[in-house]
């Protein structure tokens, strides 16, 4: 049995325990790949600097150029991270006939069109099962498993960090700072967070999702993103008294010919399945035409869950090898979906009016939704002195419908403030 070479890109959270699965089950990995797997160059920024797995002077190199270069490797695992170099070595490795794993949503999620094409040219593999969820087997379950069907939406807590946040403000009272120094505290969070908490790194795994989900290019641009900064402690609490709970969702399902793809907080009824989803925790729930609902769950990262997925795409592109064939090619790279704009997505809110206590004052705010075709789906009042407050769920409408609405109640003499207001997602109407 000839030995597959491998080389690594990165040897840190995931390269690391990468290297340690490899080695530590080299026999079962051998027996089930069809051949030994060896990793016989590893390229760091500091081979010096002290890691948990030891790493061997005689196959590290700085030069990232070795791995790529060097004829023999015939698989690259890219777990370096970040736009460049990692984009320029991928391209090189495929370019020379290598087949290439990565974790790299960031990279997948705007140059993914450029590098699917490139392995479809050079007739190599391209395998990515941890880029998005870690080791939630997500990437082959809708590349493979679902070939049969057709997939209507994907909904997922695709981030740990804002989700680890979001539990604690929900479960001590929290406030978002007070949640996010302990996720930093406990190793959760980046020094710079704000990829998480805005919403960026949850946007790039949507657009690797949708773009594997309906077979057409999502790039992360495309995807509106609202993070959960301005995400309050109150709103939490609001939202649990009606039988909510507040989650950083990405949205990605089919209108027409069309898809439509955001990631914002949203209220998401207690009962649906991505409710029970707690602390660093990741979850996919796809609906798909014939299958129904399908939920994903696990840990989205962390050293070991990740390298289990790039584990994973390591066999199976060492199984191809031994047996001549190629993996399924990852559809939708080819070419670029069709974005439903912002203001036209259907959405429902959850609104929360300071507004005077006096006659009137129902009509009014009535009048408003009713005049850009924004119906109420339930009101409550809650009232004391000269002052009330509003709390109204509307139907599906669109973004724009509704920013609409929100500029004219912002209008009115009698609402003072529109204190709190965020979508609504789960329920059956959405
Ligand atoms: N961490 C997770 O839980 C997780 C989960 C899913 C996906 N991912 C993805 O996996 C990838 C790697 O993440 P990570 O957390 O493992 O990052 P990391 O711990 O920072 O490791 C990065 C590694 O790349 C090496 N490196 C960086 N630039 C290099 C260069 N120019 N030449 C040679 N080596 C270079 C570093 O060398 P030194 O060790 O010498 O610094 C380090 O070993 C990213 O794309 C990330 O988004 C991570």
Redesign the pocket.
Known sequence: METIRVGL????????ATLRILRDHADELAARAGAPIEVVRV?????E?R?EVELDPGTTT?N?ADVVEDGSIQIVVE????LE??RDLILRSIRSGKHVV??????LATAGGEVLQAAGTSGVDVLFE??VG?GIPIIRPLRESLAGDRVRKVMGIVNGTTNFILTRMAETGESFAGALAEAERLGYAEADPSADVEGFDAAAKLAILATLAFGSGVVATDIPTEGITRVTSEDIAAAHDLGYVVKLVAVAETAGQQVSVRVHPAMLPRTHPLAAVRDVFNAIFVEAENVGELMFLGR????A??ASAVVSDIVEIARNIVSGGRSPASAGYSRRAAIVPQEETLVRYYVVLSVLDQPGVLAAVAGAFADHGVSISSVRQEGSDDQATLVLITHLASEGRHRATFDQLEGLDTVKEIASKMRVEGTTEA
């Open positions: 890109l990165g040897c840190g959270v995931v390269g690391g390229a760091v920024r500091d081979p600097r890691r700085r990232a777990a370096m991270g970040g170099p990692a990565t974790a790299n949503k960031e990279l941890a880029a870690g989205g990262a962390g050293g869950p990740t």
